[in-house]
């Protein structure tokens, strides 16, 4: 079992920054990957960045040069940094790990980005 903590979410003004943070916990040895996902109302789930167990990352086109994942290792906590951020960034964003077996999720936490 793994279980993810997020947070970091919060209000912030267009052209602001943020940091989300993701803690995990319970059988850390066995993530592949973690991930950070976003869901806005009316549009479909998306995937952001993700970050491997040996510190390799990805992007969505979307958010390159802007957002920037990272991870503290002795903290088991994955970070990500959302720099210029603008109104279409707004949702509810969570974070993901995922093990050969199994996904587990965080709670999700909002941002909003006001204009």
């Known amino acids: 079992q793994v279980q993810l903590v997020e947070a970091g979410g919060g209000l912030v003004q267009a052209g602001g920054s943020l940091r989300l943070s993701c803690a995990a916990s319970g059988s850390i040895r066995s993530i592949v990957y973690i991930g950070w996902h976003r869901q806005a109302p009316g549009k479909q789930r998306e995937l952001v960045a993700t970050?491997?167990?040996?510190?390799?990352?990805t992007y969505a086109d979307s958010v390159k040069g802007r957002f920037t994942i990272s991870r503290d290792s002795a903290k088991n906590t994955v970070y990500l940094q959302m720099n210029s951020l603008k109104p279409e960034d707004t949702a509810v964003y969570s974070c993901n790990a995922r093990t050969y077996g199994s996904t587990y999720w965080g709670q999700g936490t909002q941002v909003t980005v006001s204009s």
């Open positions: 970050i491997t167990s040996q510190g390799m990352t």
